[in-house]
């Protein structure tokens, strides 16, 4: 295969994942019509057409699809390859694309980077934040971190943060006007501040467990969001009750900005592992992020 042959099934693939050449010329470092002209030469050369256009977007054909799907495993064969080759350095290098989502970047990943990216001055770290379950290996992401329960078996998942709770918090002057609630059936006769999935779309339950038994509550309110951070400046401006992650608000319950309620019925979780498909070798930047994270 010519050089110029391989480079141009690659940039296919780059264009097939992002839908837009625009987008995929800026990651490949050419212009959009450069990469257009390539795409043509492309499907010239193997007489099928492979991508359809519209003014707006691009998709793959039925072609393009069968293609895309004997390429994605050559082209990550090629990566990892080329990542194994970084261990003939002395320290590691290259590109670590991590996908999470908000909360579990800021407390997690980020208090650790910055040592990190010191003790590594040849890797670099892409944070993608996305609510959703993303699918590491079509998105091409070296690793994700989410919930434990979350992450798939066939997964190499390594745990990057301690069990934790969830709490049900509210400012002193809301629970001066409205009392407390002693059990999660009455949050029903409070203002609860919802958070709205960024995946189905629906509003999250607020999960409660006693005596092994655990339930879920649906709470109404005048506030929904889809910002945790959003949520919780809420809470603290006397709009209603949150649900918050427990250390999320430690600060704000040390200084008696928020009080905690319904605490005997708020369930731990397994708290947070970073996972990344099982190969034969890991790329060397990832093993040395994974050894900075892992608890």
Known sequence: MKRDELNDLAAFAVVAQTKSFTHAASQLGMSSSALSHAMKALEARLDVRLLART?????????????????????????????????????????????????????????????????????????SIDEGLTDIVESRFDAGIRWGESVAKDMIAVRVSPDIRLAVVGSPAYFARHGKPRTPQQLADHRCINYRLHTAGGLHPWDFERNE???????????????????????????????????????????????????????????????HPSRRQTPPALAALINALRV
């Open 55 to 127: 003014t707006r977007s691009v998709s793959t054909t039925e072609a393009g699809e069968r293609l895309l799907r004997k390429l994605r495993p050559a082209l990550e064969d090629i990566r990892v390859g080329l990542a194994e080759m970084g261990q003939l350095r002395d320290r590691p290098a290259g590109l670590v694309r991590i996908t999470t989502f908000r909360y579990a970047a800021t407390a997690v990943v980020w208090p650790k980077l910055p040592a990190f990216l010191d003790a590594h001055p040849n890797v670099s770290v892409e944070l």
């Open 213 to 275: 038994h655990a339930f879920q509550v649906r709470p109404s309110g005048t506030l929904i969001f889809n910002d945790g951070e959003l949520a919780l400046a809420a809470a603290l401006a006397g709009q209603g009750l949150a649900y918050v992650y427990e250390d999320q608000v430690a600060m704000q319950l040390s200084s008696g900005a928020l009080v905690r309620v319904l605490d005997e019925w708020c369930p731990t979780y397994s708290g947070f592992f970073l996972y």
